[in-house]
């Protein structure tokens, strides 16, 4: 399985959340911080979502659903 990227939150709690959102449907998330490290605590700072790349269109249609995300690069 590869890890591609999805989208970017505004930090790692949104991350954290929109990952287990995607999880609950089946959806491989990873949260990806951006410039920090985790023995720092809570980043503040974006975070990306990375899926298997498989599902990426899934876990688009998802984010599009159940959250209202745009993504700019859809047709």
């Not at 287990?20 to 700072?45: K, N």
Request: net charge negative.
């Amino acid at each position: 399985m590869s890890w591609t990227y999805l989208t970017t939150a505004p930090d790692q709690l949104i991350a954290e959340m929109w990952s287990e959102l995607l999880s609950s449907y089946g959806v491989r998330a990873r949260v990806r911080a951006g410039d920090t490290q985790s023995f720092l605590g809570v980043s503040a700072y974006p975070c990306r979502i990375l899926v298997d790349e498989y599902a990426v269109d899934r876990a688009r249609e998802l984010m599009k659903s159940e959250l209202g995300v745009e993504f700019s690069d859809e047709s």
